[in-house]
C-alpha cells in the first residue's frame, strides 16, 4: 500500500500549485484521501478530505475559499489545488488515507518572488 | 476548534527509560484521538488510534489511555528508533487539529 506524490514545486506569490497523489496496492475508491501540511518548525495542519469514491469534499475553513480536492479514479490519483498562494504557504504537503494509517512523501511547495 | 496541547515540548532520556507524553483536548473528544511519530523530513506514523488502540506494526513498547480530555502516550523502554518528534490529533470535530509535538532527544 503506497501513496506516491508529486516532486518539489517553486510558486511566486498570488500563483497556483497542484500537488498530486496516487495510491497503489489498495481499492482506491474505498478509502477517502486526507491532506495535511506542515509549514517549517511548525504542527501539523490539517487541510481536509475528499471521498475517492463518490468525490465529496470536506475542507477545513481556514482554506476553504482557496483549496480544491479532486481525484481521478481511473488513475487512482488525488489532487490538492491550492490558489493564490503566498509566503505562509510554504509548507511540506502530505496527502493520507483515510485514518492515516498510510501516507505519502509530501510535497515540498515553496512560495517566493 | 478544538485546542490541543502537549506536554512537555521537549523531552530528554536514555535508551531503557519509561517516558510519559501528554496530550490535552480543549474539550471532550470522545476517544477520537491519534498519536504519529514523525522523525526529520519524514511523513508521520500512525502509532495509535481511538486513544488506546495500537496501530498493526507497532511494537508493543507504545500505550495510548485516556481520562477524560487528557491523553496519554507512553514509551515502556525507549529504544534508540523512538527518538523522534509525537504529535496527539484529535478527529472528533473539524477541523482536524493537532498538539503543537513533543520532540524526544537522547538525555
Known amino acids: 500500500v503506497r501513496l506516491v506524490q508529486t516532486g518539489a514545486e517553486v510558486k511566486k506569490p498570488g500563483a497556483s500549485v497542484k500537488v498530486s497523489c496516487k495510491a497503489s496496492?489498495?481499492?482506491?475508491?474505498?478509502?477517502?484521501i486526507q491532506w495535511v501540511r506542515q509549514a517549517p518548525g511548525q504542527r501539523l495542519e490539517w487541510m481536509g478530505w475528499?471521498?475517492?469514491?463518490?468525490?465529496?469534499?470536506k475542507y477545513s475553513q481556514k482554506f476553504q475559499d482557496r483549496v480544491t480536492f479532486t481525484r481521478d479514479t481511473s488513475t487512482f490519483t488525488a489532487f490538492m489545488e491550492l490558489s493564490s498562494l503566498r509566503s505562509e504557504d510554504t509548507a511540506v504537503y502530505y496527502c493520507?488515507?483515510?485514518?492515516?494509517?498510510?501516507w505519502g512523501q509530501g510535497t515540498t511547495v515553496t512560495v517566493s518572488s | 476548534d478544538i485546542q490541543m496541547t502537549q506536554s512537555p515540548s521537549t523531552l530528554s532520556a536514555s535508551v531503557g527509560d519509561r517516558v510519559t507524553i501528554t496530550c490535552r483536548a480543549s474539550?471532550?473528544?470522545?476517544?477520537?484521538l491519534a498519536w504519529y511519530q514523525q522523525k526529520p523530513g519524514k511523513a508521520p506514523k500512525l502509532l495509535i488510534y481511538?486513544?488506546?488502540n495500537l496501530e498493526s506494526g507497532v511494537p508493543s513498547r507504545f500505550r495510548g489511555s485516556e481520562s477524560e480530555t487528557e491523553f496519554t502516550l507512553t514509551i515502556s523502554s525507549l529504544q534508540p528508533d523512538d527518538f523522534a518528534t509525537y504529535y496527539c490529533?484529535?478527529?472528533?470535530?473539524?477541523?482536524?487539529?493537532f498538539g503543537q509535538g513533543t520532540k524526544l532527544d537522547i538525555k
Open positions: 493520507a488515507r483515510a485514518r492515516m494509517d498510510v
Open positions: 496496492g489498495y481499492t482506491f475508491s474505498a478509502y477517502a
Open positions: 475528499i471521498n475517492a469514491g463518490n468525490g465529496n469534499t
Open positions: 474539550q471532550s473528544i470522545n476517544s477520537w
Open positions: 481511538k486513544a488506546s
Open positions: 490529533q484529535q478527529f472528533n470535530d473539524y477541523p482536524y487539529t
